[in-house]
């Protein structure tokens, strides 16, 4: 199992914007491709304006599979589009973790 934990930034003020853009072109592509997300998280307190999300794949080849359809989508690229024009963003930090031994994680698509 492998999880793709990835943080988001946002410039101040428009996290919401950037959740609502997210929400309505930018999820539904990348949850048909990669399923459920583990985890869609917004910061409640420490470094504010940013967001996670957690998604699980078998193992490294089955993530490059996804990232692979994703990014050959003609819908992913107009949501990456529509956010680039936004400038909603300003940092993304992606970490690739495996889960500890104790604990079981769901399974995935």
Known sequence: MLIDHRTYTTR????????KLYAEHGFPVQRRLAGD???FLVTESGPL???VHLWMYRDAGHR???RAALQADPEWA??????AEAGNLVA?????MVPATFFPLPSTK
């Open 78 to 83: 107009a949501y990456m589009a529509r956010s």
């Open 92 to 96: 993304q930090e992606n970490r690739l």
């Open 12 to 19: 101040p003020g428009r996290l919401q914007q950037q959740l």
């Open 37 to 39: 997300p583990l985890a």
């Open 64 to 66: 490059a599979e996804v």
């Open 49 to 51: 304006n940013s967001y």
